[in-house]
Each structure stands twice: as C-alpha cells, then as structure tokens.
C-alpha cells in the first residue's frame, strides 16, 4: 500500500509558475507509475500528466503540454509537476495518483491517491 502526500499549491496570478510535490511512504514506491489529475468545481476529474517508474518517460495533456513538467526522484519517494505559465483555467484541486501499470490517462487504472492541494490562478 501506498500513501501519497501533495504538497505545494496556492494562490498565483496568470503567467506565475508553481511546483507541485507528492511524497510516497512505500518502499517500492520506485515500482508505481505516477500520474497526476486535476479536478474543478463542477468538472470531472482529468488526466494532467503521467511519469513511468524510471522517470524517463513522461505523458501529457494537450492543455499542459509545453507548460507543465512531470519528473520523480525515486530515491526520495516523491514525483513532482512543474507548472509554469499558468493560466486561470489551470485552477483545481490536483491530486497525485500511483498505479502498477501504464494506463496514464485513465483515473480508474490508479490504485492509490493523494488527498489533494489546491491551485489558484487569478486573472
């Protein structure tokens, strides 16, 4: 079992950039893909962005692509988002998820999640 820990979001205006961590407690925290998924006030969750378990791959949204950066670092337990150039529309509780296998976009293949951190964009 894994626990998965968000920290990093807040309050930022248009075109500022955050930096989203998760923090795994497994020990074979190294054997999950993670993804990461966005949910806003009356949406449905989305797929934001996915790493594979080594971190050399990496998969993305259309509406991030070329803005936000997936990356882990396996020897510390946690994966990270980069989110630069933010837009009003980027604002959602955002929820780092972990699977054992590869399906990147689809919230049902995850086994485990974050509890969530906000992320506030102002125009």
């Known amino acids: 079992q894994v626990q998965l820990v968000e920290s990093g979001g807040g309050l930022v205006q248009a075109g500022d950039s955050l930096r989203l961590s998760c923090a795994g407690s497994?020990?074979?925290?190294?054997?999950?893909?993670m993804g990461w998924f966005r949910q806003a006030p009356g949406k449905e969750r989305e797929f934001v962005a996915a790493v594979d378990w080594s971190g050399d791959y990496t998969y993305y949204a259309e509406s991030v692509e070329g803005r936000f950066t997936a990356s882990r670092d396996n020897a510390k337990n946690t994966v990270s988002l980069q989110m630069d150039n933010l837009k009003p529309e980027d604002t959602a509780v955002y929820y780092c998820a972990a699977q054992t296998g590869w399906g990147p976009r689809h919230p049902a293949a995850y086994d485990y999640w974050g509890q969530g951190t906000q992320v506030t964009v102002s125009s």
């Open positions: 497994a020990s074979t925290f190294k054997s999950y893909a």
